[in-house]
């Protein structure tokens, strides 16, 4: 079955425990992303890749690291997690190219830093 | 940078009639993709529809279509014969067309659908 996993479903960390989101997906997508979901803001890209090690931030970018090494592998790293990074976080993937290839998401990753 | 605008927060419509959602954008650029996604309980992001925006004709996926307005920058989904499955927030979402595919997708707040029996 197609599809983009994420792991853990839900997370609750502290402040400044260095955590990873890994993200995994099996089309043989060139594009990933990550995207934070919070309530009355809609979805914002943190950052994507366009291929294996070509990486670049999205719109909100700060606190966040991300490496793609394999073409598969999108992890999301958060080096010194903060309160105001709780939020619920989707990997999403598509093939790159003409045409308008939609976004594949995962089940997202609820994140709670105290 | 491209908005997307949802004016309607929440949205509560009896099943099976039909309900409306509205979207409205605002880019610079004449190529782009806009799509509706729609987000269950199970925060599933799911895709409903999309309209590569050089085509007139409005796309339709069953009891799903959309009314495409380029001009007015404008792109509301239509759900006919609504169902207690169709509960959840939709989100419509905008995507450019730059050529070299590094665009993501830029969304809207969202539309709480709320579906009464």
């Known amino acids: 079955e197609a599809q983009v996993t994420q792991n853990p479903r839900y997370l609750i960390t502290v402040t400044g425990k260095k955590l990873t989101v890994t993200c995994s997906q099996n089309m043989n997508h060139e594009y990933m992303s990550w995207y934070r979901q919070d309530p009355g803001l809609g979805l914002r890209q943190i950052y994507y890749s366009m291929n294996v090690e070509v990486t670049d931030k999205g719109d909100v970018p700060e606190g966040y690291k991300v490496s793609r090494k394999e073409k598969r592998n999108f992890p999301l790293i958060l080096e010194s997690p903060s309160p105001n990074q709780t939020s619920l976080y989707f990997c999403a993937s598509r093939r790159s190219g003409a045409g308008n290839s939609p976004l594949h998401f995962g089940n997202g990753t609820r994140l709670t830093v105290t | 940078a491209q908005t997307v605008t949802q004016s309607q927060p929440e949205m509560s419509v009896q099943e099976a009639e039909t309900v409306t959602l509205s979207c409205t954008y605002d880019?610079?650029?004449?190529?782009?993709?806009l799509f509706w996604y729609k987000q269950p309980p199970s925060r599933q992001m799911i895709l409903v529809i999309r309209?590569?925006?050089?085509?007139?004709q409005n796309a339709t996926e069953n009891r799903f279509s959309v009314n495409f307005q380029k001009a007015a920058k404008s792109f509301s989904l239509k759900i006919s014969d609504s169902q207690l499955g169709d509960a959840a927030m939709y989100f419509c979402a905008y995507r450019g067309y730059s050529g070299g595919g590094a665009d993501g997708l830029t969304f809207g707040k969202g539309t709480h659908l709320i579906i009464q029996p």
């Open positions: 880019t610079s650029e004449s190529d782009y993709y």
């Open positions: 309209q590569e925006a050089y085509k007139q």
